[in-house]
């Protein structure tokens, strides 16, 4: 049983939309992490979070413990935003990550 | 600050063969971990340290996986002997305490022939 799921698992969407990827985990955790890996596999750190909603540039990241569920949103995307977006928990001293959203923006 | 260094970015190796990759953390980082990717599995931790303690290698596959980190600047993961299901992108990344914002190197590409 995968403890991280993410849907979609692929997206494509047109310059200038608005963007949601989610996350849904099943066990208590102490932090959540919002990554993304560009083509040339480099992997960035987007978001850490606990609680409540961080927000940078355009990118929107919200997570609610109770519910077990973390979203992140992208306002106006951008071709460059192309990437895989990837949510990773901690928990138990341990972490464990989701399959990936593979995003495509087209011009 | 240069970032997490992480060497060789490619290696390419024989089955049986030993390897070493590397890593250099950000300095000031008290945490480091390492992990794997691949294609079937995506990415896995394998292990993590704190102020150079090994606290969870339940993530390293089997015993020919081995982690240290003798100093705070410096922490080697080697593969012996190597298989080619070792075959698969291996990132190392730093932050300031454990559930900090992690900072990734660019990788070292294993391929085990």
């Known amino acids: 049983k995968n403890e991280v799921e993410q849907s979609p698992q692929n997206l494509t969407a047109q310059e200038g939309e608005f963007i949601t990827i989610n996350c849904s985990y099943s066990v208590g955790i102490s932090a959540l992490h919002w990554l993304q890996q560009h083509p040339g596999g480099g992997i960035v750190s987007l978001f850490m979070l606990s609680s409540g909603k961080k927000k940078h540039g355009r990118l929107i990241a919200t997570i609610n413990i109770q519910e077990k569920h973390s979203s992140l949103h992208i306002t106006a995307s951008h071709p460059r935003d192309s990437a895989v977006y990837i949510c990773a928990v901690w928990f138990n001293n341990d972490m464990r990550f989701g399959a990936g959203t593979r995003l495509t923006v087209k011009p | 600050d240069a970032g997490v260094i992480q060497s060789p970015r490619h290696e390419v190796t024989e089955m049986g063969q030993e390897v070493t990759l590397r890593c250099k953390p950000i300095?000031?980082?008290?945490?480091l971990f390492w992990y794997r990717q691949t294609m079937m599995r995506g990415l896995e931790l394998l292990i993590y340290f704190n102020n150079n303690v090994p606290i969870d290698d339940s993530g390293m596959p089997e015993d020919r996986f081995s982690a240290k980190m003798p100093n705070a600047s410096f922490s080697t993961l080697k593969i012996q002997p190597s298989e080619p299901r070792d075959s698969a992108v291996y990132f190392c990344?730093?932050?300031?305490?454990?559930?900090?914002?992690?900072?990734f190197g660019e990788g070292s590409r294993l391929t085990v022939l």
């Open positions: 300095s000031g980082h008290n945490s």
């Open positions: 990344a730093s932050s300031f305490a454990g559930a900090g914002e992690l900072f």
